[in-house]
Every structure is written in C-alpha cells, then in structure tokens.
C-alpha cells in the first residue's frame, strides 16, 4: 500500500509539468460520430437513398428509427459547432472516417481542443489520435466529449449528460477557464523481438477489417538484462495509446488462449489457458473490466447459501440484501483514471490439472507492468477495441504507465 501511495504521489507530480499553463481557446476540432444509418450507406455506396431504405426495411431494420437517430445527432452536431462559433472559436469538422488518416496529424497541430461529438467510441477513436507516439509530436492537445445522444448512450468518457442540454454552458466555462484538467493514464505497448519490425495492423471501427496507415516509431536495442529476461534482441513501442484496455487472445473466440504472463519484471513465469487477457486502466476500469469481474446478488446469494450458517438470523439479513452486497463489489472494482496502475484480468481462466501454473497466480492483481508471450495458433492484441495485431505463437510484448503518455481531458463536474 505505501509503495502504490509513492507512486501516485510520483506521478502526480508529473502530471502537473504537462498541464498547459497558458490554455487559450481559439481553434476547436470537432470529431463526429458515423450514426448507423450514415454506415450503411457506406456499406452500400451503389444504393440509391430509396432502394437503401427498401434494402434495410426488408431486412427488418426500422428505418424510421434510424433516421430519427441520425438527425437527432446531426442536430446536436450543429449546435455544438455554433456554440463554438459563438465564443469567436474557429472550427474545423472531421467525422470518424476521415479523422482515421494521417491527415489527422496536420489537424491536431493546428487545434487547441479536440472536441468528439457522439459516444465514447468517437472519444476513444480521437484519443487514439491524440497519442503523442502517433502525432510523432509531444504537442498534447486536450479533449473534452459532448454525448449526442445520453437517453441511448451511457457516455462515460463524455461531459455530463447535462451539457447534452447545454452545450453553450458547456463551451463557455472552457472559454473562461473554468475546469479543471484530468490526466488519464493510458498503456504504452511496446513489442520485443530479434528485428524490431511491426506487423501490420487493422482498423476495426468499420465492421470489415481496414488497413490501417502504417504509423511507425524506431525500433531500440535492448538493454541486457531486458534482452536476456525476455529472450529479445529489439523493440519497438506502438503508435497507439490505449486509453481503456489493451485485450489479447484468440481471434475465435471459442478456441483456448495459451499466454505466459511476467508481472513487474519478476523472475516468476505465469502460464495460463483462458478466453483471453483484458489490461486496463483507471478509465476503462468502467468498461470491459467491469464486465469481465463484475458479480450479481444471485452470485452472492449463492455464495452466502454455501456457509454452514446460512440459517442463522445475520445471515438472513445479508440474504435479504443480496443486490446491495453485488453493487458494493462492483463498485470497488473501479479505480481513478489518474492511477498509475493496471489491473490485468484473465477471462475464464482454466483452474483444473496443472492449470494455472503456479496454482497461485492470481486470475486478476494490480500491476505497473505486465510482459506477454503468446503461445496462441491465431491470436490478436486489440488496443482499445478498434487497432488490432496479429499476436501468435512467440510474439512478446510489454504493456506499461508513463506519465508523459497521459490523455489530458477536460473536466465539468
């Protein structure tokens, strides 16, 4: 507990030399989100407006729906934009499909604040972007989130849902300085091997696979002791911070993931067969790490009913507050974005035979560091959801926190 105090401490520290001192609104970049109906046009350039909307009522899609949605965000799209305008803000537009390019890079040199405009996808997609290691640039330009639609999207990663309402509230207080800045830890994933080469990855925001630009970094020796702990000779780091979690396993989901785990550089070698890694940090302790380890009151119940005196008065009483006992759980399993930490969780863990090996590997901890060695027949290591590369049999990698790799958002509370 000390040691994790000190490190917070630590990097508290340093998260206040990256904090912009002189913050001055005059250029906003709003990213927008794809609605669903503006991807099936996509899906289907060759489609007239009426034979798309006979194509999806065929198939059983409301289509009245889906336009509804569509021009429900595109309405709040435009307030938002003018919102801007009104505090004397230069705005430039780029939907999710454009920001996607190298083209990118140009436009966040030139914004003060990137401004998604959707879901916490967008946001996700815009903090990607955001990465310094992408922009081959230490310019960190800030992001603040406006959910276009809170009665359908949870929006964790955006404002509050009452600046849905009120955008121009919103969009005043970042005029006038009235926020406060947050530093969201995010993972750097640096790849080992014996050439320092990276394979190419793909862009999962569309629902078919999308090569992606090939950003690259330089590929560094390794150290000795790096080089002989890992059997590596190279690395080289990835383009991408993941903001939520890095997640690897199998491609087929139902097929068994072999992976070997080092946590904190130790000497010990963790082997595990499961249905994947999920690696997360404080922000996306709210997303799948949640659900990976999360518990129901019927879990509780059941567990409380395995006691000897499940009969007994008191354990009545926690029998009646089952849900309640479920809810403080998964509440804990959160953690501050700022936190410095990852929480590694291994999903479906095998506990039979000689699996796990050690017998007391924990199926999730808390860690600074964590080193992966696949031993999987057609794996992948996703960041975030969205960037995906191939991770087979004997690739390694290394997922840590540096502080100057920080998302710097804006926050309204």
């Given at each position: 507990?000390?040691?994790?105090?000190?490190?917070?401490?630590?990097?508290?520290?340093?998260?206040?030399?990256?904090?912009?001192?002189?913050?001055?609104?005059?250029?906003?970049?709003?990213?927008?989100?794809?609605?669903?109906y503006?991807?099936?046009?996509?899906?289907?350039?060759?489609?007239?407006?009426?034979?798309?909307?006979?194509?999806?009522?065929?198939?059983?899609?409301?289509?009245?729906?889906?336009?509804?949605?569509?021009?429900?965000?595109?309405?709040?799209?435009?307030?938002?934009?003018?919102?801007?305008?009104?505090?004397?803000?230069?705005?430039?537009?780029?939907?999710?499909?454009?920001?996607?390019?190298?083209?990118?890079?140009?436009?966040?040199?030139?914004?003060?604040?990137?401004?998604?405009?959707?879901?916490?996808?967008?946001?996700?997609?815009?903090?990607?972007?955001?990465?310094?290691l992408?922009?081959?640039?230490?310019?960190?330009?800030?992001i603040?989130?406006?959910?276009?639609?809170?009665?359908?999207?949870?929006?964790?990663?955006?404002l509050?849902?009452?600046?849905?309402?009120?955008?121009?509230?919103?969009?005043?207080?970042?005029?006038?300085?009235?926020?406060?800045?947050?530093?969201?830890?995010?993972?750097?994933?640096?790849?080992?091997?014996?050439?320092?080469?990276?394979p190419?990855?793909?862009?999962?925001?569309?629902?078919?696979?999308?090569?992606?630009?090939?950003?690259?970094?330089?590929?560094?020796?390794?150290?000795?002791?790096?080089?002989?702990?890992?059997?590596?000779?190279?690395?080289?780091?990835?383009?991408?911070?993941a903001?939520?979690?890095?997640?690897?396993?199998?491609?087929?989901?139902?097929?068994?993931?072999?992976?070997?785990?080092?946590?904190?550089?130790q000497?010990?070698?963790?082997?595990?067969?499961?249905?994947?890694?999920?690696?997360?940090?404080?922000?996306?302790?709210?997303?799948?790490?949640?659900?990976?380890?999360?518990?129901?009151?019927c879990?509780?119940?059941?567990?409380?009913?395995?006691?000897?005196?499940?009969?007994?008065?008191?354990m009545?009483?926690?029998?009646?507050n089952?849900?309640?006992?479920?809810?403080?759980?998964?509440?804990?399993?959160?953690?501050?974005?700022?936190?410095?930490?990852?929480?590694y969780?291994?999903?479906?863990?095998?506990?039979?035979?000689?699996?796990?090996?050690?017998?007391?590997?924990?199926?999730r901890?808390?860690?600074?560091?964590?080193?992966?060695?696949?031993?999987?027949?057609?794996?992948?290591?996703?960041?975030?959801?969205?960037?995906?590369?191939?991770?087979?049999?004997?690739?390694?990698?290394?997922?840590?926190v540096?502080?100057?790799?920080?998302?710097?958002?804006?926050?309204?509370?």
């Open positions: 507990m000390l040691k994790t105090k000190q490190l917070l401490k630590q990097f508290a520290k340093e998260y206040s030399n990256f904090a912009p001192t002189n913050f001055n609104l005059k250029r906003a970049l709003v990213v927008t989100k794809l609605s669903r503006e991807v099936e046009q996509l899906r289907h350039p060759e489609l007239s407006r009426e034979q798309l909307d006979q194509k999806l009522r065929d198939r059983g899609t409301d289509v009245e729906m889906l336009l509804y949605l569509h021009n429900l965000h595109k309405d709040f799209e435009r307030r938002v934009v003018q919102s801007f305008k009104d505090v004397g803000c230069e705005v430039k537009m780029s939907s999710r499909l454009e920001f996607r390019s190298s083209l990118s890079k140009d436009v966040m040199s030139w914004a003060d604040v990137i401004v998604p405009v959707g879901g916490d996808g967008t946001f996700l997609l815009s903090a990607n972007r955001a990465s310094p992408f922009a081959l640039s230490q310019q960190k330009t800030p603040v989130g406006f959910n276009s639609d809170p009665k359908h999207s949870e929006g964790r990663l955006m509050p849902k009452h600046y849905s309402d009120n955008p121009a509230e919103a969009v005043e207080r970042i005029k006038n300085g009235d926020f406060k800045w947050v530093h969201r830890s995010r993972i750097r994933t640096t790849l080992l091997g014996s050439n320092g080469t990276i190419e990855s793909t862009d999962l925001f569309r629902h078919t696979a999308v090569k992606m630009e090939q950003v690259t970094t330089s590929p560094e020796v390794l150290d000795d002791n790096m080089a002989s702990k890992y059997k590596a000779k190279m690395k080289r780091v990835l383009p991408y911070l903001l939520n979690e890095v997640f690897i396993g199998e491609h087929l989901s139902a097929r068994v993931s072999h992976l070997q785990l080092v946590l904190n550089h000497d010990l070698v963790n082997k595990t067969k499961c249905s994947g890694l999920c690696v997360s940090t404080g922000t996306g302790s709210t997303s799948w790490h949640t659900s990976i380890n999360r518990i129901t009151g879990d509780v119940d059941e567990l409380l009913r395995t006691l000897p005196n499940a009969d007994t008065p008191d009545q009483k926690l029998l009646e089952v849900e309640e006992i479920a809810q403080v759980y998964n509440q804990r399993l959160l953690f501050a974005p700022d936190d410095p930490r990852l929480c969780s291994i999903r479906e863990q095998i506990c039979v035979g000689v699996w796990p090996s050690p017998k007391t590997f924990k199926a901890d808390f860690v600074q560091s964590v080193f992966v060695e696949s031993h999987c027949i057609d794996a992948n290591l996703v960041i975030d959801g969205s960037i995906c590369y191939p991770f087979n049999d004997g690739a390694k990698v290394l997922l840590e540096y502080p100057e790799d920080a998302l710097l958002t804006i926050n309204l509370d």
